[in-house]
């Protein structure tokens, strides 16, 4: 198991900007300053830990709004924290296939690529699993929950 690597960020802003603009959506100065701040992020994160993060800052008020556009886009992903908080990470076609380790005392999202060999085992309990349901299954998500390290400390 390893943390992800993040993607190259010259050819993330390419990507990005290439989805926004067939929805007409401008990639302006805001929106590439938090696709690069979730594309060096090692897991999903709330407004408000982007928001002390982002350097120039920019206001919460425009930081919301930035978030559900590229939300809106497709470009970035919603899910909640282990306490309910919204995150914002990006999205798979951007990122890549990958699964969260979550923390159900502090709540923070951590992003682990659990390697082929599991990645093979998961997918055919998934499709198993779908397939008894009568679902053909077109992808998976799948959070890990436990106690991260410094909350054991
Ligand atoms: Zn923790
Ligand atoms: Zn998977």
Do not use: N
């Not at 010259?10 to 594309?39: C, E, F, H, I, S």
Request: net charge neutral; charged share 25%.
């Amino acid at each position: 198991m390893t943390t992800m690597p993040g993607p190259v960020l010259g050819d993330l802003d390419a990507r990005v900007a290439q989805r926004l603009a067939t929805g007409g959506v401008r990639y302006t100065k805001g929106r590439r300053l938090v696709v690069r701040a979730l594309g060096r992020a090692g897991g999903p994160r709330s407004a408000a830990e982007l928001h002390g993060r982002l350097r120039p800052g920019i206001p919460l008020s425009s930081l919301y709004r930035t978030l559900t556009v590229l939300a809106d886009a497709g470009v970035l992903a919603r899910s909640h924290d282990g306490h309910g908080v919204a995150l914002f990470e990006l999205a798979e076609w951007l990122r890549g296939h990958h699964h969260h380790l979550v923390c159900v005392e502090c709540g923070r999202v951590e992003d682990v690529d659990v390697g082929d060999e599991h990645e093979r085992t998961l997918t055919g309990v998934v499709l198993a699993v779908g397939a008894a349901g009568d679902l053909e299954v077109t992808g998976h998500r799948i959070d890990i929950e436990g106690v991260c390290g410094a909350c054991r400390a």
